[in-house]
């Protein structure tokens, strides 16, 4: 998988530090796989890591200008950057999901689980449907008393790689979506109506949580121990699925087959009966320029990513924070 980090690879034993900076998501899972290979590695090399979690779009910024030595990213290179930025190699390093949070001052609706599918979701955010008393929820939620009252959605302010996996998942849901807003990680393409925003990751919790009868997008990371409903999804099988774990790896493991080998291929909306809809890989960008002298950069990026996808204590830690470990 990154076989151009392996070509180069030779024993070195000195101080590294391994710096990278991207996707806040991921931040906590990247943190984490550092604690254990550190311990791991500590006889043999004094490795200092560092993760700054200032979003995808800055991490990439900071790769192309090599600032540090990786980069996570919820976005994959596109093209454009594939040509324009022939020496920056990705991969994927975990799948991420995406869930609807709702939040209801209520103690009759707190956990809530509500079926949606694909045209309610894209109805929400788009502005046509604006009541939780909707006839079209009924449909798909009969023994569920719902309010009447607007729904309010929230989307992330800063550039986020969850709003690009949850407007890919938009475009792909509705043809009208792609063609008039389309996928993006800026909150200004959101439709007029979506006024309210919540920072990163907990400022989207604590939005959510603050404004009644809201529905937010989220990804896991920081919100496990946050006691808010969430959305099941009717996905394109027609099945209401949930984001479990062992469900997506099966379903990542149906999507490797004839796929290119880049892996940017997408995991949204997939046609795969057992499918989560909201679903992206999260990525590991590196600039070979960066590394190419650097013996111990190089051994070091390789093993690290290579105990992070292969080891089982790299497997459960990614499980233990609600990510999905590639199969």
Known sequence: MFSFLQKKSVSCFQKV?????????????????AIY??????????????????????????????KINFAGSDIPLNRADEQNYPDIKYFPSLACKVKL??????????????KNNCKQIVGIY??????????????????????????????????AGSTFIFSSTLSSFDINWNSSFGTFQS????????????????????????NNFSIGYLSTSGVQEVNLSYAKIINKSGKKVDANIEIIQ???????????????????????????PILSFSYILININNIKY?????????????????????HKATKHLQFVPLP
């Open 126 to 159: 788009n502005g046509t449907i604006t009541n939780w008393n909707d006839s079209s929820f009924m449909k798909n939620n009969p023994s569920t008393k719902l309010p009447d009252a607007p729904i309010i959605p929230i989307a992330r302010l800063d550039d």
């Open 101 to 114: 949070r709702i939040y209801y001052n209520n103690k009759k609706t707190s956990h809530l689980i509500l």
């Open 37 to 66: 290979y550190e311990s791991m590695r500590s006889s043999f090399i004094d490795l200092q890591f560092f993760y700054d979690a200032k979003g995808s779009s800055r991490g990439k910024q900071d790769i192309i200008g090599s």
């Open 250 to 276: 099966e379903t990542i493991e149906k999507s490797f087959k004839n796929q290119s080998a880049n892996f940017a291929f997408s995991l949204t909306d997939l046609d795969i009966p057992s499918a989560y």
């Open 17 to 33: 530090d391994m710096t990278g900076s991207g996707a806040s998501s991921t931040v906590d899972v990247y943190k984490t796989w």
């Open 187 to 210: 909150k200004n393409f959101w439709p007029k109506h979506i006024t309210i925003f919540g920072q990163r990751i907990s400022g989207m919790a604590d939005t959510i949580t603050n």
């Open 294 to 314: 650097d013996c111990s950069q190089i051994t070091e990026l390789y093993r690290f990513f290579k105990w992070s996808l292969q080891s089982v204590a790299a």
